[in-house]
């Protein structure tokens, strides 16, 4: 196969938002026990956390992190994890089945984030809770300081404000399974009522309004018709949540999966300025697809009907799934897919970032390890800079199953003027056949080197184990020219690479 594309600095979408490399720690499973925090391991630092982990972290390039839930905050009470730790509940805790043991909460949080200079993205619980708890929440976390709750924070060891700008109005609240699950119209006042309430607060938030919990719902589009029609002029972003895997072997169909992240994203701006042509708004609503990732979820709900919890484990293994190299492929497809909508998707978090569907793994007292799916992650999150460039590519295009006709070649790119930097990133989407890639950079004005990292395999199932954290791993492409201004790139077939242009 062949394609074709041009890269030229005169034809951008939007800045590379820094924001689009986040991710999402909820009190579930191992994310936040035996994941970020393990006091009695090696590596824990005077607080608790683990700095193997945090390193791979760094490493991973993450920018803001949305915390504590997911369908945890549905049900959690903020105040059980602040204060001294012997004095904290141990709760029961319905969304994942388990016993929280509150030993980590939002103060050893921020210290984390900080520490980590990860911004903060707050949940609000809106399922058992509404406007008052929110409040409470606001005042502890950033009231400067002579209130019950901002000296409450003091007392507990933090003098200074959290100062946290983005908070999420809820989660998930179109899905059955949430608790206080509510209609669009309920919810949707609540959230203009909550959103409100936070801005007499602090005008300067950052709101996020739940969008659907995936396209398929049944309740899509009108879901965030009607939201979006309570709370519009209240809010800054509606959110997104997708997860894709792979069905019945149908690997060219969940190689496509990053093109129906594109019509997702693209449905969801369409109802959301219908909503703002009504109202003859010149205001936007961005988006923040604040869940992606690959999940083997119809596994996870198969075992769940199968086999229902009946006991409260403290941290259980939940949803851990292997990454293998087909899954990277996709997740670097989906990064392709936010950066192309740069424009309207200006925060993104992967759900999660350890243990639980996540880039890094560990062991209770033992290794933090990375899975495929890292890899595309961190290299993204380090090469896109500047500017996200309108890309073209003319690439055959091939049927799927699942989403449709779809192009071989899925490509972004991304170039940063006060460098002269361009990043490239590809994915080749055929299933047994090279795809040579043919790019005109003569826009750039003089590229002088360029260098590629590929990510592939002759066994696309392969993936990375505690035992063999390396087997999946970028490795040099060395099937890449450059002739005057004029690029040629060879991607294997299931395959993620990034092109760096300098
Ligand atoms: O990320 C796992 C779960 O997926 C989250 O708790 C929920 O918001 C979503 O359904």
Redesign the pocket.
Known sequence: HKAELTLDPAFTVAPVHRRLFGS?V?H?GRCVYTGIYEPDHPSADADGLRTDVAALIRELGVTTVRYP????VSGYRWEDGVGPKEDRPVRREL?WHSTETNQFGLDEFMRWARGLDIEPMMAVNLGTRGIQEALDLHEYANHPGGTALSDLRAANGAPDPHAIRMWCLG??MD?PWQLGHKTAREYGRLAAETARALRTAEPGLELVACGS?GRSMPTFGAWEAEVLGECYDEVDFVSL?AYYEEYDGDLSSFLAAPADMDRFIEEVVATADHVGARRKSSKRIMLSFD?WNVWYLSRFQREQAEDPPTDWPVAPRVIEDRYNVADAVVVGGMLNSLLRHADRVTAASQ??LVN??APIMTEPGGRAWRQSIFHPFARTAAAARGRVLRVEPAAPRHDTALYGEVPLLDAAATYDEESGRAALFLVNRSTDTPMEVSADLRGLGGVAAASALTLSDDDVYAANTADDPDRVALKENKDVRLDGGRLTAVLPPVSWTCVELA
């Open positions: 999402f909820e579930m839930g997911g369908n945890f969304a989660n998930e899905g919990s949540h869940e759900a999660q639980v569907i």
